[in-house]
């Protein structure tokens, strides 16, 4: 091929890939129906075939197409067999060696086999994809989906065959400055398939959506409604809850939708008592089972109210790693490792830092009477100034509460961590998606995470403009660790630009290997001495904040992060962890425990004396 030609066969192609990703050339991918497990489902877990691609060369080379030879001058410079095989769920980088550290692409491949039935519709439904995932059919893209920790699904009847049929993903977890979270952030950046893949058979007309939760500020008054999809969507409505022997009856207008009200007397969900009920949704065509508790969450004043009673939050930050494995974690076994560690500390909250995690983690706390503090990944670095990011934002924080609305141990949504007024058009963007959030759900606490307070003369001095529009003030310092004290922790002083409102310490905490020893005035030797200095230090101090309404310590495991490049004590970990990477624990974990047993023992005004 000559110069001219080979220049204009290059043209065509960076043409063609670039038709390819202009919008509106596939279909996004549509909300996901959410309690997946009650419908009807057929796992595509396990072993899928893969094709590495860290040159990102698939693209133009068409791989979703699976060419083979068509004479003996042909060839392709591609193929799924032979290759190695990946597990799913299960991040790529665990799995082999050479993608120990890619952020990039890897292409997987799943052949499953289909028996149509007229009366059916059938979904492909996927728990997540880090960060970046194209959906081809047999050949034919079916769509896309931005966002590693919200689920995504595609309506597949009409194109899946009758017989063999093949499924390929193209998974990118490569890092975007205008994506959430964007290039910089302090976890790692776990790629592939990480969550369930599913197909979903659903009659023609389903239940696609529901809301059964309490009226906001009631204990008895259940408010919601249920959502039809298909073409009969005028149907009789029944909710039932046995244990209760409570039917109540509706039904759906013409556009599938109906709404809820009815009084009961419930047991009322606490982590003291997590109790939950058997609810059956009914239409006509389509029945959902679901497990739901009724709580009521609110803030009066300066203080938090669990059904009407203070609460103090006892939290820990989780991310969604287990630590053992040093693996995304997924699983119900990896949910409970995590939760159980919680419980022995003695918490009674967790914030699920700083994305939402997995349905196991949301469901399994639930069950143990632990509530759960869900967050967007709008941390740091975000560009607020890109047009697209506040659509993303939007879009993500919708999957988030669709998923887990009826979740009733979720009782904060947190919108963003560690963003920075100073930022072009952070404000106004997080100022809307404040008010968007409310207008979706009213009946949890809405946060804003903040970590611009000054700290002088031994004082804080804490305002934001978003504190405006959070049901708390939540904070994140590390005095001791990242700032030196300036005086006595029990002689600290406060202002705040919002002094009625609960104050919330959402982080702070300190490094230290386990093991380490030293003295408890130098931090060079990350030393669990030095940690547990400041652990009692932070608790002093807490003593002087008004309005305290909870603790989260960063945080409960040691975990992986590539920027923690000290070879001696990191060794790619952020050693903040009460437990290490091994569940070993820090002398810090007992005065974190200690504190937690008598915020039990003797409540909060006692307490903050």
């Given amino acids: 091929m000559n110069k001219i030609a080979k220049n204009t066969a290059f043209k065509k192609v960076g043409l063609w890939v670039l038709f390819l990703l202009l919008p509106g050339n596939y279909v996004k991918a549509q909300t996901a129906m959410m309690n997946v497990e009650s419908r009807h489902l057929t796992g595509l877990n396990g072993k899928w075939q893969v094709i590495l691609d860290p040159t990102r060369a698939g693209e133009w080379k068409q791989v979703w197409l699976e060419k083979k030879p068509q004479s003996k001058t042909d060839f392709v410079e591609y193929s799924f067999d032979g290759g190695p095989m990946l597990k799913v769920p299960g991040d790529f980088n665990s799995q082999l060696p050479e993608l120990t550290y890619l952020e990039g692409i890897v292409w997987y491949k799943k052949v499953f086999h289909y028996k149509s039935d007229n009366g059916k519709r059938l979904f492909l439904h996927f728990g997540s994809v880090n960060y970046l995932a194209e959906v081809y059919l047999n050949g034919e893209k079916i769509g896309s989906h931005e966002g590693g920790f919200t689920p995504f699904e595609f309506e597949i009847t009409g194109k899946v065959k009758e017989g063999e049929n093949s499924i390929i993903v193209k998974a990118d977890n490569q890092r975007l400055q205008n994506g959430l979270p964007a290039a910089g952030y302090d976890w790692f950046n776990f790629g592939g398939i990480t969550r369930e893949v599913n197909l979903i058979e659903t009659a023609k007309t389903f239940i696609e959506d529901y809301a059964v939760q309490l009226k906001k500020g009631s204990l008895n008054k259940v408010l919601g409604w249920v959502q039809l999809n298909g073409s009969n969507t005028k149907q009789k409505i029944k909710i039932k809850i046995p244990e209760l022997n409570k039917i109540y009856k509706t039904e759906s207008d013409s556009k599938g939708h109906a709404s809820v009200a009815f009084d009961s007397n419930l047991k009322l969900w606490s982590p003291e008592n997590p109790k939950l009920y058997k609810v059956i949704i009914e239409s006509e065509t389509d029945t959902i089972v679901d497990t739901i508790g009724f709580r009521c969450i609110e803030v009066q004043g300066s203080k938090v109210l669990l059904n009407k009673k203070e609460i103090f939050f006892k939290g820990v930050n989780i991310h969604e790693e287990n630590p053992n494995k040093g ?53 740091q670095h975000i560009q607020f100034s890109d047009s697209l990011v506040p659509k993303k934002m939007e879009k993500m924080l919708k999957e988030m509460i669709h998923r887990d609305k009826n979740r009733c141990g979720v009782v904060i949504w947190s919108l963003s961590n560690e963003t920075y007024p100073g930022t072009p058009n952070r404000t106004n963007a997080l100022i809307e998606l404040t008010q968007k959030c409310r207008a979706l759900d009213s009946t949890r606490l809405i946060n804003h995470v903040i970590n611009t307070q000054s700290y002088s003369n031994n004082a804080f001095n804490v305002s934001d403009p978003l504190y405006e529009y959070s049901d708390l003030i939540c904070i994140n310092e590390y005095i001791g660790w990242y700032i030196p004290w300036q005086g006595k922790p029990s002689d600290v002083k406060w202002s705040f630009a919002y002094p009625d409102k609960p104050v919330f310490i959402s982080e702070f905490g300190a490094e230290a290997l386990y093991g380490s020893k030293g003295p408890a005035d130098a931090a060079s030797g990350w030393t669990e001495e030095y940690q547990k200095q400041i652990y009692s230090d932070q608790l002093e101090m807490f ?35 009460l437990l290490s990477e091994k569940g070993e624990k820090k002398k810090a974990w007992y005065i974190i425990n200690d504190y937690y047993k008598k915020r039990r023992e003797i409540g909060r005004e006692a307490a903050v004396k």
């Fill in 543 to 577: 003593k002087t904040i008004p309005n305290l309404c909870g603790i989260s310590p960063w945080l409960l495991f040691d975990y992986k992060s590539l920027g923690r490049m000290n070879q001696v004590y990191q060794k790619g970990y952020n050693r903040k962890g």
């Fill in 327 to 379: 693996t995304r974690a997924y699983s119900r076994e990896d949910a409970l490792l995590l939760l159980n560690s919680a419980k022995e500390l003695g918490c009674n909250l967790v914030r699920l830092a700083h994305y939402p995690h997995n349905e196991n983690m949301i469901k399994e706390a639930e069950k143990l009477g632990l509530m759960v503090w869900s967050e967007l990944p709008v941390y």
